[in-house]
């Protein structure tokens, strides 16, 4: 009985949130949006794949459920939400990556509602797009500070470089600003553009990308701001 009453709810929530889904905006015009957006900042656009390194790092700290299943990642989204509820602090520290896209490209506001509908809009995105074609907009429409919007021109902005001649230490750096981009400015904030370094190298090793050894010899390195 218990087993067919959640049962029963399930398919209950499951038929709400396609009717909710119906009810909002298409995501056909992301790619549009997205050029639009990075245009009137004075972003360099690029089709080209999404650099391996900076993608990682970015994923890693951001969004770790990105690859997994969609449905995953849309339970992970709707957890954020709830602890933002509870909290009555607004997003908990980062909503996913198909969720920050939703917000840059169709708008974003404060409360429940708002973060329901980012998380909906997410979920449309998840299901029109690649994986690859999601990253390769997010990467494209984030701020990365001093007045640096996208990958290309933060790469040649901070370190001359186009985004996938990055290394790791760049790339873990990068990864890392979108969060507070101006607190976290490497130019006149090192020390914490440098913790915030440390953080998604340790979020890296934890995905298997890189060991504890190398994030700890990589944090060391060099990283040849300009």
């Known amino acids: 009985m218990v087993t067919l009453t959640a049962l029963g709810l399930l398919v209950a929530l499951a038929a709400s949130g396609a009717i909710y889904l119906q009810t909002l905006p298409g995501v056909g015009d992301a ?87 980012e998380i909906g809009l997410g979920v449309k995105l998840a299901l029109a797009f690649s994986k690859r074609e999601i990253l390769r907009m997010y990467l494209n429409v984030v701020y990365y500070g001093n007045h640096l919007w996208g990958d290309v021109a933060a790469a040649r902005g901070y370190f001359g470089r186009s985004p996938s001649q990055l290394d790791w230490a760049q790339a873990s750096l990068l990864a890392g600003l979108p969060v507070a981009p101006s607190a976290l400015d490497p130019l006149t904030h090192y020390r914490l553009a440098k913790v915030r370094q440390w953080h998604v190298l340790v979020q890296l090793a934890a995905n298997g990308y890189l060991t504890r050894k190398q994030a700890k010899a990589i944090y060391r390195e060099p990283l040849g701001l300009r």
């Open 31 to 117: 790619p549009t949006r997205a050029r639009a957006l990075l245009a009137r900042h004075g972003g360099i656009w690029s089709d080209a794949p999404p650099p391996p390194k900076l993608a990682a790092a970015i994923v890693s700290v951001e969004d770790e459920h990105f690859y997994d299943n969609w449905l995953l990642n849309i339970i992970d989204g709707v957890g954020r939400a709830a602890l933002a509820t509870l909290r009555r602090d607004g997003d908990p520290g980062g909503s996913t990556i198909d969720q920050q896209l939703a917000k840059q490209l169709y708008g974003h506001g404060v409360g429940l509602g708002q973060t329901l509908r």
